[in-house]
């Protein structure tokens, strides 16, 4: 069964940066939209960014202007760029998205994945 797998997180000073990727684990399919949440430690989850099917993204309030959302041409990983980190933000890092077989025309199914630790420490 095809899962979504998120890789580039770790340890970074505040300041620094870090990329994360999502990818889905099964070459055959694409994402149609993507979204990042996270989860700190006595938090609930809470979406972080968005990118719909058209290339519209969203932020919370508290990552815009730091953090960027994408996909890339081929519709096969989602990123999120996190500039300027900050201690508030270390968390798991959970990718969700819409996946769908490249060769077919439906909106496809959602997916998670098993989370990323990003941890910001001086």
């Known amino acids: 069964q095809v899962q979504l797998v998120e890789s580039g997180g770790g340890l970074v000073q505040p300041g620094g940066s870090l990329r994360l990727t999502c990818t889905p684990s099964r070459s055959s399919f694409v994402i149609s939209a993507g979204n990042w949440y996270r989860q700190a430690p006595g938090k609930e989850r809470e979406l972080v960014a968005s990118?719909?099917?058209?290339?519209?993204?969203n932020y919370t309030d508290s990552v815009r202007g730091r953090f960027t959302i994408a996909r890339d041409n081929t519709a096969r990983r989602v990123f999120l760029q996190m500039d300027n980190l900050g201690v508030e933000d270390t968390a798991v890092y959970y990718c969700n998205a819409r996946l769908r077989l490249s060769a077919s025309s439906g909106d496809g199914r959602e997916y998670w994945g098993k989370g990323t630790q990003v941890t910001v420490s001086s």
């Open positions: 990118i719909t099917p058209t290339g519209t993204r």
